[in-house]
């Protein structure tokens, strides 16, 4: 029977030893949210790393069977291939460049080496599983060369490829010494699908000027082949985070934020530790603003999450110091004795709490320097129940070409910012409500589940156009 095969840097799921034992635990990401009805069904499969060492190949064995039984398969990753392939390539070479941050990136061969070899283990694995009538799903610019590497042992099978992260212009994607290996890696690809039509522009662009192959419109002709290139904006689990804002749990941990913030107005802010989410920006912002309007000080409350990532990164550890820093700096400078105007966690928490603050901020304030789509905006949006809050949203974020009735602001232009947080803390109820509906039409009707069905349906169009063309 004819199996989908989705494969990911990363398994949705959490491992966890206790005295040698393992178990296993699904996340609950959006993205395996969205493919959960897919892997889960039938032979169906995900394939991906576990996110964790495992050398003992009993211990590996052992997991695997685990696994198998949650349609799950692994990858084991070596140290040295951490190191290299995610770390090195994927996170220090790859990410900088995509994100516009291209002073950040390392060029070594080592790293381009492993992601190379990674590439081509992942290759080797899915090879075990599949057969040529299956359709392959893969996620993500960790594994650009895998659906090459695919095309070339299996030529009929039918390969999607989605990329969550932007695809910067070609001024900045020739950076990068191997850009012709990378194009012709994802150029595997029946379907390929990215977040906004710039990135999809920008990646048809690249091809036209680093390969020697027509493009017309979305489509690029390449081995004789034609490979799609369309845009696909992800959504969230609408259905969840509007939700949970009914669920006990959650309505308890609003209470006690209301008691604890009393008259406070909640600023809320939400990342993943990362250069690219514009945190330290948008700390300089809010201090300028606590300096320029003073009449704000003890009357409002940055709340600001940030998720541990990739800490063993140098830039990333860096960052970390800094915002410490700064958090440290603008709390001391304007704390009085019963209010502090920065609540900073370096943590992260279970999502009920998240859809607490979600429901209990007055404004969302989401400004990443670059962001291939940004869900923290659309989660907030689909939490407001009540259509009222402000979001503030960078018009650098993939969401903003969906969310446009946001407060849309530049990232770097930190009057803008600052101009944005007064007008939504002054602004009147029926405005907030005007704004707010239709974005979470536009998020509840786009949702995840919407995502992968237009995804797979188109997916399998293109192969039936394929088919027929090869018939002729
Ligand atoms: C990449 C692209 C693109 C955050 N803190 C906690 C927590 N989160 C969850 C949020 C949200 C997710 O993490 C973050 O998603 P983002 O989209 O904002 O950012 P990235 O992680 O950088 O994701 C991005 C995305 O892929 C999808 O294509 O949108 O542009 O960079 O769902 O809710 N979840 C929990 N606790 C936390 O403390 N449980």
């Known amino acids: 029977m004819r199996k989908t095969i989705i494969v990911s840097n990363r398994l949705p799921v959490k491992i966890t030893e206790n005295d040698g034992e393992f178990t296993l635990q699904p996340s609950e990401g959006g993205l395996a949210t969205g493919l959960g009805a897919i892997y889960r069904e039938g032979n169906n499969i995900w394939i991906g790393w576990p996110g964790q060492e495992i050398t003992d190949p ?6 695997a069977k685990q696994f198998k039984q949650l349609n799950l398969m692994p990858v084991y990753l070596t140290q040295d291939e951490i190191n290299n392939f995610y770390e090195g390539f994927s996170n220090e070479t790859l990410w900088p460049v995509f994100h516009y941050m291209s002073v950040y990136a390392r060029y070594e061969q080592t790293y381009w080496d492993a992601y190379y070899q990674v590439n081509q283990k992942f290759r080797d694995i899915i090879l075990k599983v599949a057969e040529p009538d299956d359709i392959i799903w893969v996620h993500d610019y960790q594994l650009l060369l895998l659906p090459g590497m695919l095309r070339a042992a299996l030529p ?49 662009n690249a091809v036209s000027r680093v390969l020697p192959v027509n493009t017309t419109a979305n489509v690029v002709s390449y081995n004789d082949r034609a490979v799609v290139v369309e845009t696909f904006p992800m959504g969230i689990d609408y259905g969840k985070f509007s939700s949970l804002g009914n669920d006990p749990e959650v309505l308890e941990q609003v209470q ?24 330290r920006q948008r700390l300089q912002a809010f201090e300028l603003l606590l300096q320029l309007h003073p009449e704000y000080i003890g009357k409002i409350v940055l709340y600001m999450i940030v998720v541990p990532s990739r800490d063993t990164v140098p830039q990333y550890k860096e960052l970390r110091d800094e915002i410490d820093k700064q958090v440290g700096n603008i709390n001391a400078r304007f704390r009085t004795l ?45 939490s407001r129940n009540n259509n009222d809050g402000v979001l503030i949203l960078s018009e650098m974020a993939g969401a903003s070409k969906e969310l446009s009735d946001a407060l849309i602001v530049n ?62």
């Open 256 to 279: 006690s934020l209301k008691e604890n913030f009393k008259e406070d107005r909640l600023i809320l802010s939400i990342d993943r530790l990362d250069y690219s989410k514009g945190i």
């Open 58 to 63: 009993a211990t590996q064995e052992k997991i």
């Open 156 to 204: 009929e099978i039918s390969i999607g490829f989605f990329q969550h992260i932007p695809f910067p212009s070609y001024e900045l994607f020739r950076l990068i010494p191997w850009r012709a290996e990378i194009l012709e890696g994802m150029l595997g690809s029946d379907l390929m699908g990215f977040h906004t039509f710039d990135d999809t522009r920008h990646f048809l």
């Open 338 to 382: 019963s209010w502090h105007p920065i609540q900073y966690f370096y943590r992260s928490f279970p999502v009920s709490t998240l859809s607490a603050l979600y429901n209990f901020s007055d404004i969302c304030l989401v400004t990443p320097m670059r962001d291939g789509m940004n869900l923290v905006s659309k989660e907030y949006v689909a």
């Open 411 to 472: 990232p770097n232009n930190l009057g803008a910012i600052i101009r944005a947080i007064v007008d939504a803390l002054n602004m009147p109820l029926p405005e907030q409500q005007r704004r707010m509906k239709p974005m979470r039409q536009v998020v509840s009707k786009f949702n995840v589940h919407h995502w992968v069905k237009l995804f797979m349906t188109r997916l399998k169009e293109v192969n039936e156009m394929q088919q027929n063309m090869l018939a002729r």
